[in-house]
């Protein structure tokens, strides 16, 4: 009779699966707070510029694309660096690399909470922050590849530092990498070359432009190559095998030079002519203002209404009100002040503020060298502020002191709405930059 000395089955063995290390990783130490702070620094950054962003899309993108870089960026450098000088901080280096593990998985698997946690703190950031303008927002839309290319790139600066802090025996190379990163950041997101597109802070202003639609992929090609470039060169052992990294490398520059090949002032964004198409009501004046600040169109008509009511149907007064990138493009068009200026979360803070604006736009004249001079020039700067202030008072809390056009102010409040009328077609009639033919009240 022959005694088996396997032991009989109890149950099903689970094989430890390949992924337990990489979850274990994730779950201890110092990653699940660089989420958080990541998280947290970037919400509270954008909480605090709110009524700067909640209007447009782009305004928000473009205000979560800068934090990204210049605050998330710098912040994942230091933490990774940190992260990566943990083993040796803790003496635990010879026991992680006894691991029977090929020296890369190790590496991976050590780095992924520098850069899996980073990117999910800014992306849950993103979600947060697309989904509080959202129902203020007219038209357009989010431009989400350029937000998945600052998860991309913060990722890549994690694992950057990761490596700087296995490299670097000194505590406090974190802190000093987190600072040089911010300087290295801003100082090339404000530089004049195409090497700003380079950056993940690069800044961009005009609401009614968009990018192209390859230049997410390419920054994403840009810095996720040069992080694998060095994760590889670092973690490939045999030497022989180093050279590997030179395929990702090459991948970054060449989509390095591609975006340095963009123009140095417009990078990579385009007019959309579908944002800055008017849309205008059925006043006169007509208001017209672009698609993207469409829900603002009636709070605008009404903040003019009193004054086209007081210049509708006088000589030289305007036909439309305009505001957009291309200003005025026919006769008897006058600007308008920037909505995005006076309005938060799709609404005319102060529609008094604006209609002073208005009136200053519409009476504002470029003057030449040589003009608005001579004995009567103080005296026609101050008929122009009697008449705005006449037809558009300005906020007691602006700043502003009309005392000294108060006398022309009362007789313009004395004449009769027909002598109103009369004197308005005159003043409108008036060369602004000649102060001799400034009607006074």
Known sequence: MTTSLTPPRTGRTTPPGSLSPLVTELRRGLGPWIGVAVALTVLLSMYGKAPDWQSRWSDATQLLHVTAGLLAGPLTLAAGCWQGGRDRRRRTTDLWESVPRPPLRRLCVAVAPSVLWPAAGLLLADVVCLLATWPYVSEGRPFLELLAADVVAVAALGALGHVVGRLVRWRLAAPLLGVLGYVGLAIGSYTESAARWLG??????????????????VSMAWTAGLALAVLLAYGLRPARLRPLALLP????????????????????????PVLARPVCDDGTPQVCLTAVDRALLPEVSAALAPLNSRLRGLPGAPVRWVSGPYGPTRPGDVELPDTGQDATRGRLTSPDLYLHSAVSW??????RPGENTGPNAERASVVHLAVSEWLAPTPADYGVD??????????????SPAAQRDYLARYLAAKGCDPDKVPVP
């Open 402 to 415: 009309p005392t000294a056009a108060q006398p022309y102010i009362d007789r313009l409040h004395a004449k």
């Open 249 to 272: 490398l090459v991948v970054a520059v060449a989509a390095a030079g591609v975006i340095l090949r963009l123009p140095a002032d417009t990078g990579p964004w385009r007019p959309d």
């Open 362 to 367: 519409l009476f504002s004249a470029t003057c």
């Open 200 to 217: 993940p802070a690069s800044e961009h202003q005009s609401v009614w432009d968009r990018p192209v639609w390859w230049f997410a992929p």
